[in-house]
């Protein structure tokens, strides 16, 4: 089936996380996606698998096998002569280049960006690393929870009453590799256009300081600096994460004035709508004490019915039909012109 990166060739050094993950966008593209790494990194990395039996027999899977799905791959040893002349020569049938190594490796084998453009004038060359190609923090290695402490992020993650906390998932590795996988689309589209390539250099802490949204905004417009809240968003306090009799529910029942209406009636506390401190988005987001979130918890607390999410564990992610049902799905993309209709057919995981 043709896909929009059919006609692409990656060459992918990527390892862990943040550019298998890049590169795994682009193969669900359609990419031909060769994975290149030494005899060892590949041990090394089906060894980290998670155990379990079949047929009697005790076997490891890969616990990030996802991430390397629909690839191809070839062991190939970069620290040898010849090793690099086969991977020269790859790369003059390739397109892109991908690699999350420390900054300098490539540069130590002789595979940096300017040596692979004498080899190929149009490749794409892309990298992720922690802090970037340069700057005072480029020479440092780092993983996501260095990523996620010097961004400020965990500063605004957690319970007021609790140190700053790290997100439950490496989120710097999978923004830096979306972002990476936008990144390269753009850059061969730019390449169409003009035939020349184009170098990527995108760091963990890019991927955060994006993702931080308006915070730094509100800072240097307002002088407001956020720091943790819980489950209560910034946007408002009328959110939260409520106890039930079976678990928890998370609600958001303040983003408009309609949607807040709604969920007051549900509660029997239709009085919030005609009280001028929570009446609006704007009233309820100025609201600075936690008083409209004690109101939604006292009320939830008897209410018999919820707009409300019920909050889940993993476990209860993996076999809830709804999580099915977005997992398998196509990915449609409609052009209004002329009716074009891109189907991605779902993939098995």
Known sequence: ?????????????????????????????GARV????????????????VKRRRHGVEERVPAAQYRERNKLGITLELKTPMGIELFKELVR????????????????????????????????????TAFGQDGPYATQRGYDILAQAISGYMSITGSPDQP????GQSISDYYAGMLCAFSIVSALHYRHRTGKGQRIDLALLDSLLVALDNLGERYTVGGEVLTRAGNVSFGGSSSGVYPTSDGHVAIAAGASD??????????????????????????RRACACATCHVYVDEAWREATGSPAQMEEDMLDFAFDIRSESRLSCQIKITDALDGLVVRIPEKQI
């Open 34 to 49: 060769i994975k290149v790494e030494s005899r060892e990194r590949g041990r090394e990395r089906v060894s980290l698998g």
């Open 93 to 128: 049938h390739a397109d892109v280049v991908t690699e999350n190594f420390s900054v300098g490796t490539m540069e130590r084998l002789g595979l940096a960006y300017e040596d692979l453009r004498r080899v190929k004038p149009d490749i794409i060359y892309a990298s992720i």
């Open 1 to 29: 089936m043709d896909h929009a990166l059919s006609d692409i060739t990656v060459l992918d050094l990527g390892q862990v996380i943040a550019m298998p993950f890049c590169t795994m966008l682009l193969a669900d593209l």
């Open 258 to 283: 309609a949607v807040w209406r709604r969920f007051c009636e549900i509660i029997g506390r239709g009085d919030l709508t005609r009280d001028p401190g929570f009446a609006t988005a704007a009233a």
């Open 164 to 167: 700053p906390t790290r997100s």
